[in-house]
């Protein structure tokens, strides 16, 4: 497969500065997309690093320079689990984000949950033709797992490496809840910027894994904005990079 071109690496302390630094950023991407009279669309992420940044956020003093009412948001990925459970992945941007300021819930694209009415294929099968209808993605945001999985495609997994559509249901995930539903490689790659969230330890052997891709390259390693990539990372992630 063609190889995907190194992202531009931004390091940084710890998680609080990496955080702060990505909520900055964002806020001053969606000001430049409103200023040109653009609803920014935003692709949020779950786990440990979507959080601080979604916490980052609801503290920014410059959050409300935004205004949020005409921003999209939808979610890389979501797990197989009934609204308003605690393991949502919209429920953090719930408890932070969307608390801290108003917001039109028709642009925040939620992935349908298990107690909707649809089924696991039914819920992935809307969130693809919601994805497919956007005209554009700004940025995503992508927390970077342990074993170098970006939303829920993991490593090794090539049903869900080599998906095409653009929103898919995944089984037997290693990372619990075992079902979920997940933007696929393509659809991520939609966007104009690619960010990636890594920090902690735990996090060397993935960063190591995109800054220097070995035989078989992470789903992490194949993320790629069309305008920009950058992995942010805290020096624990960076180990010896
Ligand atoms: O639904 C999820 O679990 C997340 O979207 C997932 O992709 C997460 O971002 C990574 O697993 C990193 O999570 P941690 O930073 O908590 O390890």
């Not at 941007?93 to 039914?122: F, K, M, N, Q, Y």
């Not at 990372?175 to 997940?182: A, L």
């Not at 996090?203 to 992470?218: C, D, F, H, N, S």
Request: glycine share 8%; net charge negative.
């Amino acid at each position: 497969m063609p190889s995907t071109p190194r992202p531009r690496l931004a390091r940084f302390a710890d998680l609080a500065a990496l955080s702060e630094a990505v909520a900055e950023e964002t806020i001053a991407l969606c000001r430049s997309r409103q200023a040109e009279g653009a609803v920014p669309c935003l692709v949020l992420t779950g786990g440990s690093g979507g959080a601080a940044v979604l916490a980052a956020l609801a503290a920014h003093p410059e959050l409300r320079t935004v205004d949020w009412r005409r921003v999209r948001l939808l979610w890389g990925d979501e797990r197989w689990v009934p609204a308003g459970h605690p393991e949502r992945n919209d429920r953090l941007a719930d408890e932070t984000l969307l608390a801290a300021v108003a917001h039109d819930p028709a642009l925040v694209h939620r992935v349908p949950a298990s107690d909707s009415g649809l089924d696991l294929d039914g819920a992935a099968a809307a969130y693809a033709e919601l994805v497919d209808g956007l005209e554009r993605i700004d940025l995503v945001l992508s927390g970077v797992g342990p074993d170098g999985h970006v939303a829920s495609i993991f490593p090794g997994r090539d049903d869900l490496l080599s998906a095409t559509a653009s929103a898919i249901p995944v089984r037997d995930s290693p990372k619990p809840p075992p079902e979920r539903v997940s933007l696929t490689l393509p659809a991520l790659n939609r966007a104009e910027r690619s960010w990636l969230l890594a920090a902690g330890a735990a996090k060397a052997e993935a960063v190591a894994g995109i800054v220097a891709p070995g035989p078989e390259t992470l789903p992490a390693a194949r993320l790629a904005g069309s305008a920009e990539t950058t992995l942010w990372a805290d020096e624990a992630a960076l180990g010896a990079q």
